[in-house]
């Protein structure tokens, strides 16, 4: 019997895992250097909280969750997004009494039964940020720079910023009433889903996957005419700090993205490569979420990047160059060795040196040309050979890989020599 993984997972393998190093890398990097503190929350959490906070009538609660219960016969969930877990673990532990503004990031896998395709899979990964704790509008284009500088440092080089305000409470109640009004004629052309949503949250129908509802949806009248004050001078104070801060984008009425929890500020990532239908990660305001999650009321705005479609995403635009992070990667030591006694001092060796660098060497014995091919083929920069009448005279052979360059070194000195010559320790 042969195992496959589960349909829509992946394995990460040697090889391309270096790309994801690469990126959770990056993304440590740029969000630290932005004030974020990562945050690492469990990969299952009562279902209720993701009903509560994503919302009853998303498709990722309809239709994507993987649920189960114990033996205790509780309800758990994998988690199908981030920013749920963070909320909750916020106010589980009180963290505004630590500091009132928060920023917050994760990395981790996130869970979704959903139809697998180019860039859409059942496991994927997130890289994600809160920031909790304001209604500053420059906290919502900071958030959104934030993301344009991780894309940039990633490698994804075109990308397309999409921004909508979806309002607060009020305001959306307005447009809900508004939507159904415009979809209430064509009810019999929407799929049955839509229908459905057409009478709880015809938001929803705006998210909707079916080509047939994008299209009826069109010519929507466009959510900022909906807007109360408030949520239009926040909208407008969005924009200018974006333009501000150099970061071009489109405004798009038809943005809602798939959870219930965003006002005001909503925006989305896109790449050429994706196609319009499949973004590369956005986010938007919760400002209700914290308190529905409760805790004190308390807005908050935050993002998530799918890294499986920045990874792609990169390697088009950097023409499908994996970044294996600079040369200085390959710097590494082959030993190759001949007989017990040589297999002793490498041993010892390789234990000195591997707490600087990478270290090779066979466990089997094996002849010298033989192992002098795989240190070629693990791409290590030198090598040092401990072998016949010159390890009698306690001498090894020291040997650049690239030239092929051979010394030859007294066994005492042979530690600290290979340390400067590889300019580690
Ligand atoms: P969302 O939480 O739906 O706004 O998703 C944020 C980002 O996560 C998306 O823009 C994608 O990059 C990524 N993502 C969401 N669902 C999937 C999936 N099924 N497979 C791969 N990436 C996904």
Not at 168 to 193: I, Q
Not at 272 to 281: M, P, Y
Not at 391 to 403: P, S, V
């Amino acid at each position: 019997m042969q195992y496959k993984a589960p349909r829509g997972t992946q394995d990460i393998l040697p090889g391309e895992v270096e790309r994801w190093q690469r990126f959770e890398e990056i993304s440590r990097r740029v969000l630290s250097n932005y004030g974020y503190r990562e945050i690492r929350t469990p990969i299952f959490e009562q279902k209720e909280l993701f009903l509560r906070a994503v919302g009853q009538e998303t498709d990722i609660v309809q239709k994507e969750m993987y649920c189960f219960t114990d033996r205790k016969e509780r309800w758990f969930a994998l988690r199908p997004e981030g920013t749920a877990p963070v909320i909750r673990s916020y106010v589980e532990h009180a963290l505004w009494k630590d500091r009132p503004f928060q920023k917050l990031y994760y990395i981790g896998p996130m869970f979704r039964y959903d139809r697998p395709q180019k860039g859409r899979y059942r496991q994927f990964h997130q890289v994600g940020a809160e920031a909790v704790g304001s209604l500053e509008p420059l906290v919502d284009a900071e958030v959104i720079a934030t993301v344009r500088q991780l894309l940039e440092a990633a490698g994804v080089k075109k990308v397309i910023l999409k921004l909508n305000s979806l309002g607060d409470a009020e305001s959306r109640g307005k447009y809900a009433a508004a939507l159904k009004k415009y979809f209430s004629g064509k009810r019999e052309s929407l799929c049955p889903d839509c229908r459905v949503r057409l009478e709880a949250n015809p938001l929803r129908i705006l998210d909707c996957k079916v080509p047939e509802c994008n299209e009826l949806s069109r010519d929507i009248p466009p959510m900022e005419e909906y807007l109360s004050p408030d949520s239009l001078r926040h909208y407008e104070s969005v924009q200018r700090w974006l333009t501000v801060s150099g970061v071009s984008f489109e405004k798009d009425k038809n943005l809602v993205r798939g959870l219930d929890y965003y006002t005001r500020t909503a925006f989305e990532f896109h790449h050429g490569e994706l196609g319009a239908s499949v973004a590369l990660g956005g986010g938007g305001r919760y400002d209700s979420l914290v308190a529905e999650c409760g805790g004190p009321d308390t807005p908050a705005i935050g993002f998530s990047l799918g890294s499986e479609r920045v990874l792609l995403a990169a390697s088009q635009d950097s023409g499908g160059e994996a970044d294996d992070g600079g040369a200085g990667k390959k710097l590494g030591l082959y030993l190759a060795w001949l007989g017990p006694e040589a297999c002793e001092k490498a041993l010892g060796l390789a234990a000195a040196l591997r707490k600087f660098i990478r270290v090779e060497m066979d466990l089997e014995p094996r002849s010298l040309k033989a192992q002098l091919r795989q240190a070629n083929k693990l791409e290590v920069s030198h090598a040092v050979i401990l072998a016949g009448d010159e390890l009698a005279r306690d001498l090894a052979q020291f040997k650049e890989m690239t030239t092929g360059a051979q010394e030859e070194i007294g066994l005492a000195n042979l530690e600290e020599f290979v340390k400067t010559k590889l300019n580690v320790g």
